[in-house]
């Protein structure tokens, strides 16, 4: 059991790295902008060396007219809240990992039987609602760039930060498939209504009987 928590650990370890990491850093995607190459993140855009804070601007077409004027407009703040929905899905996937790496740890420590499978269980449950928000960014990010970013430029691909979100997620979710102490708190639920059942039935047994010898 041990070694299945501390793996699944390790693997919590390593994704929350990589959530950080890619959330970090400025490689989600390259192409090349007025025949410079170009890369972009979640928080900056960088060319000819330099770095500048996260537009939905950069690259846009012109209007000259000002029905189109607004339609861009509209279009661009459709790209701002997509960009502010990746970064909030990747920090709050960081966070949860956080916290289920801490609850993996403390359920080392020399508690009950009881009380250990509880902070494992809540392991678990972190560890899923992690995975569950780095795919919700993913899918966010990669939807947008497929549909829109991707028709901006020409020549582009996606980049290595954006594959360390990819591998974080299949940590993440290794890592609570890893975690004995979910499992365990299900099967320890089925067994106390299996118990439950049989009291139950048990009961009603022994009240007919009763009645019966009333009668």
């Known amino acids: ?12 370890i390593v994704g929350n790295i990589l959530i950080v990491v890619s959330t970090a850093t400025d490689y989600w995607m390259q192409y090349r902008l007025s025949g410079s190459y170009a890369h972009q993140g979640l928080w900056r855009y960088c060319m ?4 500048y804070m996260q537009t939905a601007s950069i690259g846009a077409p012109k209007w000259s007219n000002k029905m189109g004027s607004e339609i861009a407009g509209a279009v661009l703040w459709v790209v701002q809240a997509y960009w502010n929905a990746t970064r909030a899905f990747m920090i709050l996937s960081g966070i949860a990992c956080f916290a289920g790496i801490m609850a993996g740890i403390l359920s080392f420590a020399h508690f009950s039987a009881f009380e250990r499978f509880s902070r494992s269980f809540a392991a678990g449950i972190m560890f899923f609602i992690s995975t569950l928000f780095v795919l919700l960014a993913m899918a966010i990010y990669t939807g ?3 549909s829109f970013l991707g028709k901006r430029f020409g020549d582009w691909r ?10 974080a997620m299949l940590m993440t979710f290794f890592a609570e498939c890893m975690n004995p102490g979910e499992w365990l708190e299900v099967a320890n639920l089925k067994q106390l209504k299996l118990q439950a059942a049989e009291s139950f039935g048990q009961e009603i047994i022994r009240t007919f009987i009763r009645s019966m010898r009333i009668a």
């Open 1 to 12: 059991m041990y070694s299945f928590m501390g793996g699944g650990l390790f693997c919590a």
């Open 48 to 51: 000819a060396n330099k770095c």
């Open 144 to 146: 947008v760039t497929l």
């Open 158 to 167: 996606f980049s290595w930060s954006y594959i360390l979100g990819w591998v």
